[in-house]
């Protein structure tokens, strides 16, 4: 992959920088300009556009953009083939009011495959469409139709988690500032994104006697419970300048996991923390799902629906499509995980039934699946109860094993090949080999389990393993005490590249400034990697 830059040429980065200037002021608690709930009406001058722009499931020819105004306002998106904009197409986004929180997506369609495009995003005043914002600009490259034009993507998850906010003394969320410089095509973000049920205060003290600094807002200094406060921690994260730089030139595909509403949780579930005023769950996560849609580029709305949905799959052209997960608003309920037959399971017969039609239609050369959960780490939910997929036994499969194990089956006797599984969660690094020939069950062929995180939370000693499908933890890096913070244990983050020639993948792992923690490399076709 020697033709691809490691970092964005100088002509991509200028346009990048010229967009994103904004004050140092921003990454220290005193944020006035970004810090208010909800913009005001009576605002003098032009709209603003001050918390940065986004784009996301970009496509071979189209693509969505996101923007957040002050005020009232109409999002427009110009497009170009090139960072002076000359020509450029003009796209009529929403009427932005409060809604949305002010938020609003615009599609853009028929863009050219496999080109970088410009875009920039002007607010227009809807009493004086002439009053316009000053452009915000981004960038994004649209999915290549070659077989031989190269790959590269990053993913992690876990941000803002544990009390581990942004640390004006370390410069805030560095670790996005390193993943912006490695260039990928895209973001993939497996889930707690926020930590709605994790309030941040201004300082902690750590164990070595040092004390840590957070940037602090109202809707951060408690469990999220209404809608505003659910928007308040999606928009806490854009308050980091390194944040937004990188969403300006970074695509996403992001999923979600249990964080996003509070830690463990299930459909149906009636909490008794009390912490929260709200006890129906499924409240709260109906809150948190709007919210989720209104702060990212992500189409959770599909003709047909009856309800948003986070699960789908986003074509790569011909080396990669990749399928991404929902193991949170379908499944049952945490339990000691052990019932003989489970036909709900962590992902919903109508979600299992969806993944398995689509890896079988499937041409891609791979097909990663994004899991919000590991498969064979052992995740408990108090003292009997389990929060995943495993739950210890390693003899037949029981509970959601049962519906994982049909999954796995699948795609053996549909002969479907280049699957390999990408999640986060457990808040440390690690790869796991699965073989039938290690495994209680055995009718499945190999695969591989990647895991990465957090990206800004804290780290956790690493779960044990499960053998009902024979996994072997060929590397793992993890902090030997709970909650470890960012300044003991680093961000981890992983890499995957597929090379256009040879279809080759290779999976990295690293860590903020550390390098590379491990790699793999995948043969294209082959089964038993």
């Known amino acids: 992959m020697s033709h691809r830059p490691s970092s964005p040429s100088p002509r991509r ?19 006035p300009a970004l810090g208010g709930a909800a913009p005001a009406f009576a605002l003098s001058g032009r709209p603003s556009a001050r918390w940065g722009v986004q784009a996301g499931d970009v496509g071979a020819h189209s693509g969505l953009v996101w923007v957040r105004s002050d005020r009232p306002a109409r999002m427009i998106v110009e497009t170009s083939a090139t960072e002076s904009f000359r020509r450029p197409e003009r796209w009529y986004g929403p009427l932005l009011g409060p809604r949305t929180d002010f938020t609003g997506t615009t599609r853009l369609r ?12 002007l607010l227009a005043d809807p009493d004086d469409p002439r009053r316009t914002s000053k452009p915000v600009t981004g960038t994004f490259r649209t999915v290549s139709r070659s077989r031989k034009d190269d790959v590269r993507f990053l993913w992690s998850g876990d941000i803002a988690g544990q009390g581990w906010g942004i640390n004006p003394d370390l410069g805030g969320w560095r670790v996005y500032e390193e993943m912006r410089r490695r260039n ?11 930590y709605a049920d994790g309030p941040i205060q201004a300082s902690v003290k750590l164990p070595d006697g040092r004390v840590w600094r957070n940037v602090t807002t109202e809707e951060k200094s408690k469990v999220a419970e209404t809608l505003a406060e659910f928007r308040g921690n999606f928009r806490y994260n854009l308050l980091d300048e390194h944040v937004r730089r990188f969403n300006a030139q970074v695509p996403s595909i992001v999923q979600w996991d249990d964080h996003e509403v509070r830690n463990n949780w299930y459909p149906g579930q009636i909490l008794e923390d009390p912490r929260y005023t709200e006890k129906n769950v499924d409240v709260l996560a109906g809150r948190s799902l709007r919210a989720f849609s209104e702060y ?5 709305q599909r003709p047909g629906d009856k309800d948003g949905r986070v699960y789908r ?44 039609r689509e890896l079988s239609r499937s041409r891609a050369v791979w097909k990663v699946i994004a899991s919000d959960m590991p498969l064979g780490l052992v995740v408990a939910d108090g003292a009997t109860n389990f929060e995943a997929v495993a739950q210890g036994d390693p003899g037949a499969p029981l509970g959601r094993e049962l519906q994982i194990a049909e999954l796995l089956r699948h795609i053996k006797h549909r002969r479907i090949t280049g699957t390999v599984w990408l999640t986060a969660d457990v808040h440390y690094t690690s790869a796991q080999h699965y073989d039938p020939s290690r495994a209680a069950f055995k009718d499945f062929a190999p695969f591989w389990e990647f895991v990465s995180g957090p990206l800004a939370a804290g780290g956790f000693p690493a779960v044990k393993l499960d ?4 996994p072997d933890q060929t590397f793992v890096k993890a902090p030997d005490r709970p909650n470890t913070s960012p300044a003991e244990t680093p961000p981890y983050y992983g890499e995957v590249d597929i090379d256009g020639g040879s279809g080759e993948l290779t999976v990295r792992l690293r860590q903020q400034g550390g390098g590379v923690l491990f790699t793999k490399v995948l043969q294209p076709g082959r089964v038993g990697q």
Not at 111 to 117: D, F, N, S, T
Not at 184 to 194: E, K, Q, T, V, Y
Not at 467 to 470: A, D, K, L, S
């Open 13 to 31: 980065r200028s346009v990048l920088r010229g967009s994103l200037a904004v004050p140092a002021a921003l990454a220290v608690p005193a944020v």
């Open 110 to 121: 028929e863009l050219p495959a496999g080109e970088q495009i410009h875009y920039r995003v």
């Open 184 to 194: 990928p095509d895209f973001f993939l973000c497996s889930g707690d994104n926020i």
């Open 296 to 300: 990212y580029p992500i189409s959770t």
């Open 313 to 356: 799959v986003l074509r790569h052209g011909p080396l990669l499509d990749v399928f991404v997960l929902d193991m949170r608003t379908y499944r049952n309920a945490n339990s000691p995980n052990r019932q003989p037959e489970d036909a709900t399971g962590i992902l919903g017969a109508e979600q299992l039934a969806w993944l398995k």
């Open 467 to 470: 053998g009902t499908f024979g």
